[in-house]
């Protein structure tokens, strides 16, 4: 009973410890998202926002992105209630999700770098860059930590770790997807309108 | 037992995730729409959608609505969606006002200084 209280109790600790970690990150994209509005009006010649981009591709990325959120949490739900093949199908989804989401990202990045909008061009690209591209590195840290996890989940299914570990990733990827939706509304729809 | 439990739970994201596909599609249409609405009306929908969005992922994916007392990770996620408002909107004001200011020609700078004198501080 004992050994039970204290992983419990590790567990709580190890998740407001990562719940504070977010709020940090939360405050970092604010900055961001701040120096977007303020900046967004400076192409300096450039195309607006209005001309550069697709809403139908960026609802895309929106879908895939919230897709991977949920089937990231069903595999956490699974893990707690010891289904361990469904919860390894369900971080293995999430992974694919995430890959094509970040493929999809590079694919726009690319296609806007082919055409000269770099980031060094004006003041507009260089705040888009830097928030899309800031959630983009999360992302991919996200991955890096979903297949480490994955890897894990395979060897030591049963361990009581499994859960914990899973857990701290689900919350770090609802996360990216809550930042996301603000990065579609602000950046993406109101980008489209102006 | 069990299993009902795990069902209900899986319930909560399977709503989740309707509710986050409704809202993102309702913001995309409105989006392409091409309302006859003045734009800040229709920013305003649209960030509406996006808050009621983040809700229900709160809710039905983070659970936050079902933490145990103290409630610290709510405590910590209201004064930092608090701190968010601040910095945003506190940026987005003294820039727009710096930008009305600078703007203005050298005589029109020097009456609005001097209607703002009269206001007082």
């Known amino acids: 009973m004992n050994h039970v209280a204290h992983a419990h109790d590790k567990h709580e600790t190890a998740q407001l410890g990562f719940w504070l970690y977010l709020m940090t990150d939360l405050m970092l994209f604010a900055g961001l998202f701040a120096t977007y509005m303020v900046l967004r009006g400076g192409t300096s010649g450039g195309p607006t926002a209005s001309e550069l981009f697709d809403p139908t591709f960026a609802l895309t990325e929106t879908i895939v992105l919230l897709l991977s959120s949920f089937t990231c949490g069903i595999a956490a739900l699974a893990l707690r209630y010891k289904k361990q093949s469904l919860a390894l199908w369900g971080l293995g989804l999430t992974v694919v999700l995430g890959l094509v989401f970040l493929a999809l990202e590079m694919k726009e990045f690319a296609e806007f770098y082919s055409e000269g909008h770099t980031w060094q061009a004006n003041a507009f690209l260089s705040s888009f860059f830097t928030l899309v591209g800031t959630h983009g590195l999360h992302i991919s840290i996200g991955l890096v930590w979903a297949s480490t996890l994955l890897g894990y989940l395979i060897r030591s299914p049963h361990h009581d770790d499994a859960h914990r570990k899973m857990s701290l990733f689900t919350l770090f990827w609802h996360f990216l997807d809550i930042i996301w939706v603000f990065i579609f509304t602000i950046v993406y729809l109101l980008g489209v309108l102006s | 037992m069990k299993q009902n439990h795990f069902k209900k739970e899986v319930a909560t994201y399977v709503w989740g995730l309707v509710a986050g596909l409704v809202l993102t599609l309702l913001a995309y249409g409105v989006t392409v729409a091409h309302l006859d609405a003045p734009l800040t009306l229709i920013a305003a929908v ?19 609505d079902s933490e145990t007392k103290p409630h610290w990770k709510s405590q910590a996620f209201i004064f930092t969606v608090l701190m968010i408002i601040v910095v945003v909107v506190g940026s987005l004001w003294i820039m727009t006002n710096l930008d009305y200011r600078m703007g203005m020609s050298g005589h029109a700078m020097e009456e609005y200084m001097l209607r703002q004198n009269k206001k007082g501080f």
Request: aromatic share 10%; net charge neutral.
């Open chain 2, 46 to 64: 649209l960030l509406g959608l996006a808050t009621l969005q983040v809700i229900t992922q709160v809710l039905f994916f983070l659970h936050l």
